[in-house]
C-alpha cells in the first residue's frame, strides 16, 4: 500500500489492515491516487468526539466524526466560535476531549502522555509563534533537541528546514525573531513545526496576522511546500478563498462544530450543502472557481509568430493567412516581447523590438483568475501565456475561460467522490445524505474499524 | 580626627566590614531572588493567589526592618542568622512582586505554542516562561540589592556582619573623638557598595538576557 511509511513504528502496523477491514474500495482508490506521489503522512479519525466545558450547557463541540486522510489537505472552516478551533487543538490534545477518541495513523492516542503526542505533530498558530529570546536556528531546535537528536543531524535539519521554507540559511539562522518580518517569522514557524519530520502539521489560522500581499505568497509558498513533504495537514481558516486555495478537501462548521459539507473546494462551490454554505462561500462562486484551476489545464490557441525586427509586411501576410488579428513578437529565445495587431502591423516595416510593458501576459502556473484579470486590466480580451524560462506558448481568451469554467461546473457536479466520513454522531441529518450512500462502509463501521482489534 | 585619617587608620578594618556586607547582600539576593521566583511560578496562574502575593509583599515592605531584626533575636539569637532572615525577607518582597508581573506578561499564545510542540510544564517554564520574564526579574533584584544594602546596616544591632557597626559605634557615642567619622564611614560605604552592586547586576543582567528580547 502507497499509505505505508517506511518508519513505520510497529505499533502502527495493523493499522492500515484493521482499517481496510473498514473501507476497502476507498483505501484501494486512495493507493491509485497515490501511486505517483509518496506520502509521508498518517491519517487522522476523530470517533464521536465532544468537547464540554463546565459551566456551559451546550458543547463547544458535539460528537464529531471526522476522518483526515493522510497526505491531504483539510481546511476547517466556519463562522468564528463555531468550535472548528476546538476540534482542531484536540487532535494534538492542547485540548482535552470530553468523549470520543483520537487515533492517529490507526494508533489510539486518546490516552498515551500528551506532551509525547505533541511532539510528533506539527503546530503551528497565528504569526508563527516564535520565541522572542531564542533565534531562528533555535527556535527550530526545539523538538529535535527534545528527541535527544545529536548536534550535527540538528544543525543540518535547520539547514534544510530553513532551505524549504525558502530563507537562506547563512542570513537567517542566528537572528532573532524581532529581525524578521511577520511574513518570515511565520515561515519559520512552519520550518519548527516541521523539524522533526512528523507526519501530521496542524495549522491554527497561520496566515491571518500578515498583509494580503504576503498572505498570498506565504499560501503559493504552502502549496509548494506540501508538494515536497505531504504531509496530512489541518488547516483553521475563517477566510473561505483561503480554504479553496490551500484545501484538498474542505469541512464547512456551523456552531457546535456541526459539519454542514464536507467535500472538495470544487464540489462545494458547484453544489453547496445548503443556504448557509451558499453564504458562507459568500458571492462569485463561480469566479472563485476560477481560482482553481491553471492556465495550463485548459488550451491554448496557437498564433502567429514572428521574431523581432523582422520584416512587418511579411508578418502581417501569415497573419491575414491565418486569419488571426495579432501578431506575437518573440525574442532570439522565444519570449514575447510585443503583441502587435494587424492595424498596427499595417503602419510598420520592422517589428518592434522593444518590449512592450502593456502586453497582457501570465506564466502558464498562473490560475485563470489571474489570466481573466490580465485580459480586463490590458482590454485585449485575450492574453499571451508563457511556459518555462518565460518562452512563448500560446493564447487564451475569455471564451476558453469560460468553457473551463461551465466544464469544471459540469464536471463538479457529476462527480461522485468518495469524499472523507464527517458527521455529527448527535445531527446526522446536517450531513448531506450523498456521502453515506456513496460510501460502502457507513461512518459508524469505519470509525470503529481501527481499534476493531484491540 | 579628621575623616580621612580616620579611614586610613582602619583601612584594613573597614574593607572587611565591606566585603561582609557586600557578601551578605549578594548571598540574601541570590537566595531570596530564588524563593521569590518559585513563589511567583506558583500563583502567578491564579487572580487570587496573585493579589495574595502582592498584597503581601506591599504590607511587608512597610514594615520597620529594625523592628523586624530585634523580633528575629528571639527565635535566632544574635550574629549572621537573623540578619540573613531579615535581608531575604525584604529582598524577597519586591522580586517576588516583578516576577509575577513578569510572568504573568508572557504571551499566552508562546505558552500554547510551547504545548504544542510538546514541552512539558517544566520545560515551558525554565526555557519559555523565565527566559521571557528574567529581564522584569532582574531589575526587581536591583531594586532589592539598592534597599537591602542599607537594611543589612541593621544587621549590626544584633552583632551580624557588615559596615552597620561603624554606624551604631558612631551612634553610641555621638559628640565623642571620632563619632561622626565612623557614622559617616559605615553610611558612605554602604552607598558605594550599593553603586559597585548595581553596576555588577547591569552586567549579569547584559550577560543573561537574550539579545532577542533586550529593549
Redesign the interface.
Known amino acids: 500500500m502507497a499509505d505505508i511509511d517506511p518508519r513505520t513504528e510497529t505499533a502502527d502496523e495493523q493499522a492500515p489492515g484493521s482499517q481496510t477491514t473498514g473501507s476497502q474500495p476507498a483505501d484501494a482508490q486512495t493507493a491509485d491516487e497515490q501511486t505517483d506521489r509518496e506520502t509521508t503522512g498518517r491519517s487522522i479519525w476523530l470517533d464521536n468526539v465532544t468537547k464540554r466545558y463546565p459551566g456551559q450547557k451546550r458543547p463547544a463541540v458535539n460528537g464529531v466524526t471526522l476522518e483526515i486522510p493522510d497526505g491531504q489537505v483539510v481546511m476547517l472552516v466556519g463562522p468564528s466560535g463555531c468550535g472548528k478551533t476546538t476540534t482542531l487543538k484536540m487532535i494534538?490534545r492542547?485540548i482535552e476531549p470530553t468523549e470520543g477518541r483520537i487515533v492517529l495513523g490507526g494508533e489510539d492516542v486518546t490516552s498515551i502522555d500528551g506532551?509525547?503526542?505533541?511532539?510528533?505533530i506539527g503546530?503551528v498558530?497565528?504569526?508563527g509563534?516564535?520565541?522572542?529570546?531564542?533565534?531562528v536556528a533555535q527556535n527550530i531546535a526545539?523538538?529535535p533537541k527534545?528527541l535527544r537528536w545529536d548536534k550535527a543531524r540538528i544543525a543540518a535539519r535547520v539547514e534544510e528546514l530553513l532551505d524549504l521554507v525558502g530563507l537562506d540559511p547563512d542570513v537567517y539562522r542566528s537572528r532573532?525573531?524581532?529581525e524578521l518580518s511577520g511574513g518570515q517569522q511565520q515561515r519559520v514557524g512552519v520550518a519548527?513545526?516541521l523539524a522533526a519530520d512528523p507526519p501530521v502539521l496542524?495549522m491554527d489560522e497561520p496566515f491571518g496576522a500578515v498583509d494580503p500581499i504576503t498572505r498570498q505568497r506565504l499560501q503559493d509558498e504552502l502549496i509548494r511546500i506540501q508538494h515536497e513533504v505531504h504531509k496530512t495537514m489541518v488547516i483553521v481558516t475563517h477566510d473561505f478563498d483561503e480554504a479553496v486555495k490551500l484545501g484538498d478537501w474542505i469541512v464547512v462548521f456551523r456552531e457546535g462544530a456541526q459539519i454542514v459539507q464536507y467535500d472538495t473546494p470544487e464540489r462545494i462551490l458547484a453544489e453547496p450543502a445548503d443556504e448557509f454554505v451558499e453564504n458562507f462561500i459568500g458571492s462569485g462562486a463561480a469566479l472563485k472557481q476560477l481560482g482553481l484551476r491553471r492556465v495550463r489545464e485548459v488550451e491554448a490557441a496557437d498564433a502567429v509568430v514572428a521574431k523581432a525586427g523582422a520584416n512587418a509586411a511579411e508578418a502581417l501576410r501569415r497573419a491575414e493567412a491565418a486569419g488571426h488579428d495579432h501578431v506575437v513578437v518573440v525574442d532570439e529565445r522565444g519570449r514575447p516581447i510585443a503583441w502587435p495587431s494587424r492595424r498596427a502591423l499595417s503602419r510598420m516595416t520592422r517589428l518592434p523590438a522593444q518590449l512592450d510593458p502593456a502586453m497582457p501576459l501570465v506564466g502558464s502556473g498562473a490560475t485563470l483568475n489571474d489570466a481573466l484579470d490580465t485580459m480586463l486590466v490590458s482590454s485585449a480580451g485575450a492574453t499571451l501565456v508563457t511556459g518555462r524560462s518565460g518562452v512563448f506558448e500560446g493564447v487564451v481568451d475569455v471564451e476558453t475561460i469560460m468553457d473551463a469554467i461551465s466544464s469544471a461546473r459540469e464536471a463538479a457536479a457529476e462527480r461522485s467522490d468518495d469524499a472523507p466520513v464527517g458527521t455529527n454522531t448527535g445531527a446526522v441529518a446536517a450531513v448531506p445524505a450523498a456521502s453515506d450512500e456513496q460510501r460502502p462502509a457507513n461512518p459508524g463501521d469505519a470509525a470503529v474499524g481501527p481499534v476493531s482489534d484491540d | 580626627m579628621e575623616l580621612g585619617e580616620f579611614v586610613r587608620s582602619r583601612s584594613s578594618e573597614i574593607l572587611f566590614a565591606a566585603l561582609q556586607h557586600l557578601s551578605l547582600v549578594a548571598q540574601s539576593l541570590i537566595l531570596a531572588t530564588v524563593i521569590a521566583v518559585l513563589l511567583a511560578a506558583l500563583v502567578h496562574r491564579s487572580q487570587t493567589l496573585r493579589g495574595v502575593a502582592n498584597a503581601v509583599s506591599a504590607i511587608g515592605l512597610t514594615i520597620p526592618s529594625f523592628a523586624l531584626i530585634g523580633l528575629m533575636v528571639a527565635p535566632f539569637g544574635f550574629g549572621v542568622t537573623p540578619a540573613v532572615v531579615v535581608v531575604v525577607f525584604f529582598a524577597a518582597l519586591p522580586i517576588l512582586r516583578n516576577a509575577i508581573v513578569g510572568l504573568a506578561g508572557v504571551d499566552p499564545?508562546?505558552i500554547?505554542?510551547?504545548?504544542?510542540?510538546?514541552?512539558?510544564r517544566l520545560?515551558i517554564f525554565l526555557r519559555?516562561e523565565l527566559?521571557?520574564a528574567w529581564p522584569v526579574i532582574l531589575s526587581g533584584v536591583r531594586i532589592s540589592a539598592q534597599m537591602v544594602m542599607g537594611v543589612a546596616a541593621v544587621a549590626a544591632y544584633v552583632l551580624g556582619p557588615g559596615l552597620g557597626g561603624f554606624i551604631f559605634q558612631g551612634l553610641s557615642r555621638l559628640g565623642g573623638s571620632g563619632a561622626i567619622e565612623s557614622v559617616v564611614t559605615g553610611t558612605v560605604g554602604v552607598i558605594l557598595l550599593a553603586l559597585i552592586l548595581d553596576l555588577l547586576l547591569l552586567g549579569i543582567g547584559r550577560l543573561t538576557t537574550?539579545?532577542?528580547?533586550r529593549g
Do not use: C, W
Not at chain 1, 115 to 120: F, I, K
Not at chain 2, 210 to 213: P, R
Open positions: 494534538n492542547l506532551d509525547e503526542l505533541r511532539r510528533r503546530y498558530i497565528q504569526a509563534g516564535l520565541f522572542p529570546h531564542m533565534t526545539l523538538v527534545m532573532y525573531p524581532k519548527r513545526a496542524l | 499564545a508562546l500554547e505554542s510551547a504545548r504544542g510542540l510538546g514541552m512539558s520545560g519559555v527566559p521571557l537574550s539579545k532577542g528580547i
